[in-house]
RNA sequence: GGGCCGUUAGCUCAGCGGUAGAGCGGCCGCCUUACACGCGGUAGGUCGUAGGUUCGAAUCCUACACGGCCCACCA
């Protein structure tokens, strides 16, 4: 027997370790159907997982439990990421804190203690996925840096390479002085921080006025090479070409006219500071402007900048030149200034642009083949108002900078030779003009231009996206033609959040497209951010992070799993609510339970089920639960087939709750009490059929109980699985359809509601039993409520229920209308009438307000001549019924005297 | 500056062309022998605003307001 509540812990212990060895999400190429596959989005290995991921893998493994359950086999491939930049700096603070850095380390002991690192981090968060209960294909763990993905990232480097889509180039890019390293255009965030504007006049070199510029970085001025003004700009006309003097440096620059200068902006003038802006860099190039680099990659000024500001940092350089521009008389106003600025996506600092030497891809052609896929349908964002913003990010995508300044990553595949670029290829690698580089992994054995044998290899390592690019193929082992990759790939499905849709989802589309000929997975599900219960966005500063192994140990897996699942509407954000849980920790019990209540009814293990069941003996309810149990089943499976696994979570609460618990066990009961053991043998073979088949599609939300339940329930069900997924999906057929038994279902559940609401209004006590007559109806509804007076007796606790022809009120009774009948309780001392006359006024009320607005529809010509037969129909039978309503509210008041 | 999404009961959200729903919270009453992680009842919305389409709109269209997100080189 079950215990009284559920247990998650032990239950959960017993199906991981079940599941582990069962070898159920396991699938071995080339044998049967192709399988359902899905490549799991890969955690960095940076510490333990969070509730997004919890949330990201729950989708996926309901994905993956309901393709086995329907009958496919799945593979979902787990692993995961090394995370360049966040898991270097993960392991630069632990330096840190032992007084220790990277560089006192050294590469190769620097690399070994994060090789440690990951190792321990890796076992953590498999941990955490099992425990979660996702049916991953443990065989067939992968890493990102492993050797089989190191052989898909040199593979996928030298194709790039020999189609010239990968090239070193001079380039302005986003440099992180913290990490150290140069970043993608995508990896900067740009956020609103407060600021300044500053006014600063560039006195001419004649002597006359010259010009005033402004500016939100003072301390770039020390490497301004020009002023810039709109030609068009009359304020300026003749300026251009007269030569200014640059304050503090004393150096002469240019004016120059250029069109990119917009002259309603602050004065008009704008400074230029090609080595440090962007925009700048450009103007520069048109103008022929040279570069001045006045900060350093470590973010602190250069010897260029002057004596008195080398080695000042950006910020104390910036209080400086203000300073000085002040007390030189140079600085002519300041206001704030609130912008945007660019922040390093992993540490938050503001990126600081800068010219080097980096590697690039050149997205452009690799672009296009995934253009062309979204739009003829080969690959489909769900939900589908993804594909706008994502077609368009592709259609103005820029080349993508794969060169990372760090050490913790696939090291770029090229090596230089010493004696053809000297020895500062060693040292000054990033100042080194076109370095004519060597594609090799292991390094070649001689210069085939100089015939020299010193090599030294590009100390750059690549972006990890580069490797997350290839991930839906280097997992299986691309490029070699293994079996794998020619059974399993392209992937079926693959789950993420929106906000890695560029950095990674695109990046598979164009590589897989690029490298393999094909969509490496044709559908996507986008889903949203689980935050904070005020939809804040969840942060270790904010101290609003929730830990999913907390929330588990406390309400179980599936609890977790199913307060995500369900609030997981195709693209939204997740509030996320510790009530929410204790909701669906209570559906669990609830679950638990009404198992354990039909439990209880089963006497001897035999195979119940709609199969073995006298259909000639179902009575109304039998006919009810059957066919709404079978519309559940099309609505679960309806939504589960588009991806929206929220809706069908859904609809199964609501059907084993409201429906299988509230009503039909109730209704069970009458049967199950009794001693007519073949009507009991119906009720059991409804209710194993109906509770095995919810089990069975709650199965991949709540993997864990109901596993448990199914193993409890399986012996009377004639079933000998040793697991759920392997039951298949419930089906019914549409013989089992029944209009007949919903239409009468709905008179009983009404009558009964308006006699309980009438007890609870009046004061009834619960346990009291009272009699009821009723009066009135059409002949059919009173059949049946005559028919099925005993559910009327159990379900509203009645002692009795007659019908009086004459429609004689018994004295002292109060009344419900219900089914286009009167019911007539007598309460002798027991109703106080002017509350009743209370009740009656306000049912009386929201009768007449329903038969003012239905009359008003039907009476509508325009309504009876356009709306279709069956809704005039429809309203009509409607206001009828409100009308009968009011009749007998109303008559029966006056019964009462007001 | 573009684009996307949202605005529905106190809170968090479903519904997306036929007289407004859930969970939580509130209130009233119940330990009715599966479940107090429960049961019954009940209060509470002119579905952001203004127009339009339609016999009929929370649901479709157009503006606007207010949130949020994404993209974009404005000092």
């Known amino acids: 027997m079950l215990e009284k509540a559920y247990a998650h812990q032990s239950v959960e212990e017993k199906w991981t370790s079940f599941w582990r060895a069962s070898g159920l999400f396991h699938a071995e190429p080339g044998v049967g159907e192709k399988p359902f596959v899905v490549v799991i989005p890969p955690p960095n290995v940076t510490g333990a997982l969070h509730v997004g991921h919890g949330l990201d893998n729950t989708l996926q493994d309901v994905f993956v439990r309901y393709q086995r359950l329907s009958g496919r086999p799945v593979c979902w491939v787990p692993g995961t990421d090394h995370g360049g930049i966040a898991t270097q700096s993960v392991m630069e603070r632990q330096l840190k804190a032992e007084k220790l850095n990277r560089h006192l380390l050294g590469r190769e002991k620097f690399l070994s203690r994060m090789q440690a690192w990951t190792k321990q981090c890796k076992s953590t968060i498999l941990g955490q996925l099992e425990r979660l209960g996702c049916g991953l294909d443990w065989s067939r763990e992968s890493f990102t840096m492993d050797e089989d993905r190191a052989e898909s990232v040199h593979e996928a480097f030298k194709i790039l390479w020999e189609k010239g889509l990968v090239y070193r180039g001079e380039r302005m890019v986003n440099w992180c002085v913290h990490c150290g390293t140069a970043l993608s255009d995508i990896e900067v965030e740009f956020e609103e921080r407060k600021g300044h504007l500053w006014h600063i006049h560039y006195p001419s070199a004649d002597g006359s006025r010259g010009a005033v510029v402004a500016t939100t970085r003072p301390e770039t001025m020390l490497g301004d090479t020009a002023v810039a003004v709109n030609p068009k700009d009359a304020r300026y006309k003749g300026l251009a070409g007269k030569t200014l003097r640059l304050p503090l440096a004393g150096r002469e620059i240019k004016v120059v006219g250029d069109e990119y200068v917009d002259s309603d902006f602050g004065t008009g003038a704008l400074k230029v500071t090609p080595a440090h802006d962007p925009n700048d860099f450009e103007i520069a190039k048109r103008h022929g402007l040279s570069l001045v680099t006045v900060i350093s990659p470590d973010g602190r000024m ?118 053809c670029h000297g020895e500062r290829i060693k040292t000054d690698f990033h100042q080194v003009a076109d370095a004519r580089g060597v594609l090799s992994v292991e390094g070649p054995s001689s210069c085939g231009v100089c015939g020299g044998s010193e090599f030294v290899q590009d100390p750059d390592v690549l972006d990890t996206w580069f490797s997350s690019a290839l991930w839906p193929f280097s997992v299986f082992r691309w490029p070699g033609r293994t079996p794998e990759l ?161 809706a069908a979570a859904d609809a199964l609460y609501g059907f084993l709750w409201d429906k299988f618990c509230d009503w039909y066990l109730e209704l069970a009961k009458i049967r199950l009490q009794g001693a007519d053991e073949p009507a009991k043998d119906v009720v059991r073979g409804v209710m194993v059929e109906v509770l095995g088949g919810t089990l069975r599609l709650l199965h991949p939300f709540m993997p864990f109980i109901t596993e448990e339940l199914y193993a409890a329930l399986k012996p009377f069900a004639g079933r000998q699985e040793a697991s759920v997924v392997e039951a298949g999906l419930p089906e019914l057929g549409s013989s089992w359809a029944d209009e007949n038994a919903r239409r009468d279902m709905a008179v009983v559940m009404e009558t009964v509601s308006a006699l309980r609401s009438l007890r609870a209004q009046l004061n009834v006590p619960p346990g009291l039993k009272i009699r009821a007559v009723s009066a009135g109806g059409a002949a059919a509804t009173r059949e049946l409520l005559s028919r099925r007076a005993d559910y009327l007796q159990t379900l509203a606790r009645l002692s009795e229920i007659s019908h009086s022809e004459e429609g004689i009120r018994p004295p002292q009774s109060a009344t419900a209308v219900a089914a286009g009948m009167s019911f007539f309780v007598p309460l002798q001392g027991v109703i106080d009438f002017d509350q009743e006359r209370v009740r009656l006024k306000k049912e009386i009320a929201k009768a007449e307000s329903d038969v003012s607005k239905l009359s008003a529809k039907i009476e509508n010509k325009d309504f009876l001549a356009r709306a279709p037969q069956s809704e005039v129909e429809s309203a009509r039978s409607q206001y009828d019924a409100a009308r009968e309503r009011q009749g007998r509210l109303k008559e029966t008041l006056l019964l009462l005297g007001s």
Request: glycine residues 8%.
């Open 302 to 419: 250069t010897a260029a900048a002057g004596a008195a500001y080398e080695g000042l940092s950006r910020e104390a350089a910036r209080d400086k030149v203000v300073e000085d521009l002040k007390s030189a008389g140079f600085l002519e106003g300041v206001k704030d200034y609130p912008h945007s600025v660019g922040v390093c996506y992993r540490c938050g600092q503001a990126i600081e642009p800068l010219v080097s030497w980096q590697w690039f891809v050149r997205m452009e052609e690799l672009a296009k083949p995934a253009i062309l896929a979204v739009d003829s349908g080969r690959f489909r964002l769900h939900p589908e108002s993804w594909t706008k913003p994502y077609r368009e990010w592709l259609s103005g995508i820029r080349d993508w900078c794969i060169s990372r300044q760090i050490w913790w990553g696939h090291r770029i595949p090229v090596w230089y030779c010493v004696k």
């Open 486 to 646: 020619k059974f399993f790939y392209p992937t079926s499905l693959l789950v993420t959040g929106y906000e890695i849709l560029h950095l990674w989802v695109a990046r598979m589309q164009m590589m897989g497209l690029c490298l393999t000929g094909q969509v490496p997975f044709p559908d996507c599900v986008i889903h949203g951010i689980v935050r904070d219960r005020h939809g804040k966005k969840m942060s270790k500063s904010l101290g609003n992070v929730v830990d999913p192994l907390v929330m588990m140990d406390k309400y179980g897996t599936d609890a977790l799993r199913f307060s995500l699942l369900i609030q997981a509407h195709p693209g939204r954000d997740i509030p996320f609510d510790e009530a929410s849980i204790t909701g669906s920790r209570n559906f669990a019990n609830k679950l638990w339970n009404s198992t354990r209540f039909v439990l209880m009814n089963l006497p001897e293990a035999k195979a119940y089920g709609v199969a073995s069941l006298d259909r000639g003996r179902l009575e109304l309810c039998d006919r009810w639960i059957l066919d709404e149990y079978r519309e559940t089943i099309a609505r679960a499976r309806k939504s589960l087939d588009a991806y929206e696994p929220a």
